[in-house]
């Protein structure tokens, strides 16, 4: 336990901190040849750079399929993220998807830089602010205003185009750069699927259940239902006993069976993934709480849109990768446990 004093140091700690999803990687040389992946967001999130149409329900390559038709800021904005590897040879753009609010870029530095990456993105807001300003006088005027106010009480957290600072994202591994390309081409569909559903992926905050307290991503109705129950394997298990306690698991879902898990052990983890494949409902337990922007990738994303699925995680959110400790899954088994009680 932590004492009060403990705790508000903590607090002004954090408050002095730049949120986690825009720091950089303290360890990392940001002049080196590296692929990333950067996101930058609008001030207050104002969709300047174009509308998304189409129908989610179609493949990505038919005539109808969802995709972001810009605004002639959003024109703007593309010609600028292309420039940058006009003016930088050793830099060469992979993909880019823009966005209402925001846009996802890939970078290629090719060969050691003289610039630190941050001061190239830097120039290429000023371009874009430059833009602004052209394109939207009246727009770019209101925000000037609003941005000088805010500096005259000492809030350096806006910007008048862009939020200040970017996300950024290093390829490490193999795979990791054709699913950055699909989660780039598959944005427009992923907010149309949003729009369709919001109430699955909104971060619910302080959301108390059983005398517990959870942060929240889905279908909460799912908590309601009369059979909950909870999927825990020791990791001793062999493949022969995983395979009959799926068995035997699906004839549970089959009946109309929540399942409830952490899905942690080889065991809880083919359970859980025999289940998901088949589109039966699951309540995931998790180690991290939620960024307020946070959304499930993958198959995880559809079956969150058909109320598939819930995620439940602890009302704080970390960006720090760490490795789970046995006390940690011991405790979420418990809670898994209390849930199905």
């Known amino acids: 336990m932590i004492n009060k004093e403990q705790l508000h140091r903590r607090i002004e700690l954090a408050g002095n901190k ?50 972001t038709v810009p605004s002639e800021l959003g024109v703007a904005i593309t010609a600028c993220w292309y420039e940058i590897e006009r003016r930088n040879d050793d830099i060469s753009v992979v993909a880019f998807q823009l966005m209402p609010d925001h846009f996802h870029g890939i970078l290629f530095v090719k060969e050691h830089i003289d610039k630190h990456l941050g001061t190239i993105l830097n120039g290429f807001k000023t371009g874009c602010r430059h833009a602004f300003q052209r394109l939207c006088p009246v727009e770019y005027a209101v925000a ?15 910007g ?29 569909r992923r907010l149309l699927v949003k729009r369709q559903h919001p109430e699955f992926f909104r971060v619910q905050r302080a959301m108390a259940w059983k005398g517990m307290t959870f942060s929240a991503i889905g279908n ?4 309601r239902k009369p059979f909950l129950v909870q999927v825990q394997c020791s990791r001793r298990l062999t493949e022969e ?10 004839k549970l879902c089959q009946q109309g069976a929540v399942l409830v898990s952490p899905s942690i052990s080889p065991g809880e983890k083919a359970i859980m993934r025999a289940a998901f494949e088949k ?20 198959a995880s994303f559809d079956a969150c849109a ?5 995620f439940l995680g602890p009302t704080f959110h970390s960006n720090e990768n760490k490795t789970i400790k046995r006390s940690e899954c011991l405790n979420l088994n418990d809670i898994a446990e209390r849930l199905c009680r």
């Open 160 to 188: 008048i185009l862009f939020a200040p600072g970017y996300n950024d994202k290093i390829l490490l591994r193999a795979g990791q750069l054709d699913n950055w390309k699909r989660y780039l081409a598959d944005n427009p």
């Open 306 to 310: 058909s109320g598939q699925l819930l």
């Open 18 to 67: 730049k949120p986690s999803m825009l720091r950089r990687k303290q360890d990392h040389d940001y002049q080196s040849r590296r692929m990333y992946m950067v996101t930058m967001v609008t001030e207050d999130r104002q969709p300047l750079f174009g509308t998304v149409v189409g129908d989610p329900h179609l493949p990505v390559d038919s005539p109808g399929a969802p995709r």
């Open 241 to 250: 006993q995983i395979k009959e306690k799926t068995d035997a698991t699906l």
């Open 220 to 223: 909460l109705f799912l908590l």
């Open 279 to 298: 589109g039966y409902p699951e309540i995931i337990i998790k180690n991290n709480g939620f960024a307020p922007l946070t959304k499930p990738s993958g």
């Open 144 to 158: 000037l205003r609003r941005q000088t106010q805010r500096r005259g009480r000492h809030d350096d957290n806006h």
